[in-house]
């Protein structure tokens, strides 16, 4: 439940799209001044050029060409210079990120070239290599998500590591009993095969994901353990997730976080989750192996990552302060002079958000928590003992270059000044920054995922259409406003990983018998689970629910087509194609018509 507080968002933005006066207005204006540019192109009183021809009083026909002459004297006078100024803020910031963009890769080209990444020296699983396996802690966060809940387990039961020195905690938060039945059977069955897991369901459900975390690290037994690795309730480990982690802890005691890749079962499944691909490979691939390669640093990503406890408890702890604790813990850790690595080529299954309104939900977190974080550590990294590059590569590009100013250039040069520069020609924005440099940094981006070459240009226009989003969290967040404290589990639709696995879950279920079952589990639990079943047999099958209508982004689209048709009165070529096509992404958008729409 978020805090009160905080009307500024629902006043300027909309809670939801739902109000939004500044772009009503600015809608209004626009329409307006469309009407006038048209009925000033009627009578041939066309704006020439971007020099402004004052007519002389002769020339001058009637009131109405006079006031319109008036018009264009005002706004060449005293609207042009803001929007100027703004204008050059904008690309200065716009190229300031496109730099560091392309410093990252590259350094990813380095990398690469050099072929640099973090190695085990030998094979210290090998017979009679003497290798003394530590003490792992498996946590399994998770809430009302029926859909996954089991692969997630049994994956995480899979794990090539001796029974007796680890233990999984299946952290269920879900406030739906009959969720709670069906997890509390599935880790039964895998306590009854001599796996060493737990149940554990929180009365008080405080703190989202970081308040379940914390209370289970308080349990008396995390003392015997020595790392934790921490799956969401989507996430499937490979096997050997455990062989390929924890060696590099040894030897290396100033390593506190071994992070691995995410990789998507359903990547391919719409141009939602293609889109998501390109960002996250680029994620993956360039900024989170570039950073651990150079720095030792990154943001965790809250999920298949193996943690030192040591780290943990001196960094503090979970915190619930903020909905991004994985980031939270990883800057307190750095703060504390512990290192961390990524591993590129450890890879682990999990799911893209498939709706709109899902990733729309996520993304508002990701882009909200960051700069409620910002504003909560920055004392906290000033007065640090740390060297003073680190503290400027903290606050200037982990917080400021790439969590608030991309964002605030990406929203305000693409979908404010642009058009407004429709209707003012005489602070006309400059083609490269239209066009070139975009699709420059669209396929940088691209480069990891090659395969997502053929979808440049819709990505580029989308993540224009998501920075009205991402701008809206990253406000709410640094100023602390209403829905800065607000975490929306996002939905998943279960798809099914690889089909060995699937095979394995089956095999595994051949052997529990009724019998065995009820000696897990209790009867009135049992009767729950018969009811439970039941009643999906006989409920109908799901069906797809209505589109859900976007007002916000339907009005920034009729904006961005309303200056588009404006542009053509001034033969503006590239800055009309420009609009009319972000103008129908914005459209697509704001009428749910990209992603799927799962009841």
Same mark, same amino acid.
């Given at each position: ?184 059977? !599935? ?51 490979s096997p050997d997730f455990l062989k390929k982690t924890i060696p590099h802890f040894e030897g290396n005691p100033e390593l506190g976080l071994v992070q691995a890749r995410w990789s998507f079962v359903n990547k391919d499944e719409n141009l939602l989750t293609r889109l998501q691909n390109i960002n996250l490979c680029f994620h993956f691939e360039v900024e989170q192996q570039v950073n651990g390669v150079f720095l030792n640093f990154f943001g965790f990503n809250g999920t298949a990552g193996v943690w030192r406890i040591q780290a943990l408890e001196e960094s503090g702890g979970w915190l619930e302060r903020t909905t991004v604790e994985d980031m939270d813990i990883a800057v ?88 407004? +520069? ?5 602070? !006309? ?39 009205? +989003? ?32 699937? +095979?394995?879950? !089956? ?5 529990? +018998? ?22 999906? !047999? ?62």
């Amino acid at each position: 439940m978020a805090p009160p507080g905080g009307m500024g968002v629902a006043c300027l933005w909309g809670k939801d799209g739902r109000r939004g006066t500044p772009v009503v207005g600015f809608l209004a204006l626009s329409l307006l001044a469309l009407a006038v540019e048209l009925a000033a192109h009627w009578n041939g009183w066309r704006f020439q050029g971007l020099e402004l021809h004052v007519p002389e009083v002769v020339e001058i026909e009637g009131w109405a060409h006079s006031a319109y002459i008036s018009w264009m004297s005002f706004r060449a006078d005293y609207i042009r210079r803001p929007i100027e100024f703004l204008s050059k803020a904008c690309i200065f910031l716009f190229v300031v990120q496109s730099m560091d963009r392309l410093i990252l890769c590259l350094g990813c080209f380095w990398i690469k070239l050099r072929k640099i990444k973090p190695r085990i020296e030998g094979d210290p699983f090998r017979e009679g290599s003497g290798y003394r396996h530590p003490m792992v802690l498996v946590q399994i966060p998770m809430c009302n998500e029926k859909e996954v809940y089991e692969q997630s387990i049994s994956a995480a039961c899979r794990l090539d590591w001796p029974r007796e020195k680890f233990l999984i905690q299946v952290l269920d938060d879900s406030s739906d009993e009959s969720i709670q039945l069906l997890i509390k059977a !599935e880790v039964s069955k895998w306590s009854h095969q001599g796996v060493n897991i737990v149940y554990r369901h929180r009365v008080l459900r405080t703190g989202y994901k970081a308040g379940n975390l914390m209370s289970a690290m308080s349990c008396d037994y995390v003392k015997d353990y020595e790392f934790v690795a921490i799956f969401d309730a989507d996430f499937q480990p490979s096997p050997d997730f455990l062989k390929k982690t924890i060696p590099h802890f040894e030897g290396n005691p100033e390593l506190g976080l071994v992070q691995a890749r995410w990789s998507f079962v359903n990547k391919d499944e719409n141009l939602l989750t293609r889109l998501q691909n390109i960002n996250l490979c680029f994620h993956f691939e360039v900024e989170q192996q570039v950073n651990g390669v150079f720095l030792n640093f990154f943001g965790f990503n809250g999920t298949a990552g193996v943690w030192r406890i040591q780290a943990l408890e001196e960094s503090g702890g979970w915190l619930e302060r903020t909905t991004v604790e994985d980031m939270d813990i990883a800057v307190r850790a750095h703060l504390n002079g512990w290192k961390f690595i990524f591993l590129n080529d450890v890879k682990v299954l999990c799911e893209l958000p498939e709706s709109y309104e899902a990733y729309r939900k996520q993304q508002h977190r990701w882009h909200s928590g960051p700069m409620h974080l910002f504003r909560l550590c920055l004392p906290d990294i000033i007065t640090a003992k740390i060297s003073s590059w680190k503290k400027a590569n903290l606050i200037l590009l982990f917080f400021l270059l790439r969590k608030l100013i991309l964002p605030f250039y990406s929203f305000t040069l693409f979908c404010v000044i642009l058009p407004l +520069t429709m209707f003012v020609p005489e602070a !006309e924005l400059p083609v490269w920054v239209i066009c070139y440099v975009p699709v420059c940094m669209s396929f940088l981006n691209i480069l990891p995922s090659p395969r997502s070459f053929p979808f440049i240009v819709p990505y580029l226009l989308f993540e224009n259409t998501m920075s009205v +989003t991402k701008f809206n969290a990253m406000v709410s967040g640094l100023f602390k406003l209403g829905s800065s404290y607000e975490w929306i589990v996002t939905k998943k639709s279960g798809r099914s990983s690889e089909s060995d696995l699937l +095979t394995a879950v !089956e095999k595994d279920t051949k052997g529990i +018998t009724l019998p065995r079952l009820q000696k897990q589990i209790s009867e009135s639990e049992l009767i729950e689970l018969k009811m439970q079943n039941e009643r999906q !047999e006989k409920a109908p099958l799901s069906t797809k629910k209505g589109n859900k209508v976007y007002k916000k982004e339907l009005t920034l689209s009729l904006l961005l087509l309303t200056a588009a048709t404006r542009s053509l009165l001034s033969a503006q070529g590239i800055h009309f194609y420009f609009l009319l096509f972000q103008g129908v992404s914005f459209l697509f958008v704001g009428l749910d018509l990209i992603g799927e729409q799962i009841d």
